[in-house]
Nanobody
Framework: QVQLVESGGGLVQAGGSLRLSCLAS????????MGWFRQAPGKDREFVAS????????YYADSVKGRCTISRDNAKNTVYLQMNSLKPEDTAVYYC?????????????????WGQGTQVTVSS
């Protein structure tokens, strides 16, 4: 069982930055691929970024590529999402997720554990 707790969301002006964190419980964090997803009101949950248990596998959605960086610190059981040059369309609830399946899949169905989400609001 893995429990995930996100933090770092908030209100920021367009062009600003935020760093999201996701703290995982359990001893098997290093064996899990981790993903960040987001869900805006009235829209489906969508993939943002993922990182495999080995940091050689990192993937980004086209909408955030070049503006976001995912990283992990296995010693701290934490995965991060650094978001720069934020846009109003980045406004959403951001969720982290964990899976033992694969190297960082993009589909929500592949993930076994989810956090409660953290709100990111970007004002124009």
């Amino acid at each position: 069982q893995v429990q995930l707790v996100e933090s770092g969301g908030g209100l920021v002006q367009a062009g600003g930055s935020l760093r999201l964190s996701c703290l995982a419980s359990g001893r098997t964090f290093g064996s899990h691929a981790m993903g960040w997803f987001r869900q805006a009101p009235g829209k489906d949950r969508e993939f943002v970024a993922s990182i495999g248990w080995s940091v050689t596998n990192i993937y980004y959605a086209d909408s955030v590529k070049g503006r976001c960086t995912i990283s992990r610190d296995n010693a701290k059981n934490t995965v991060y999402l650094q978001m720069n040059s934020l846009k109003p369309e980045d406004t959403a609830v951001y969720y982290c997720a964990a899976t033992l399946s694969g190297y960082g899949p993009r589909n929500t169905a592949a993930y076994d554990y989810w956090g409660q989400g953290t709100q990111v609001t970007v004002s124009s």
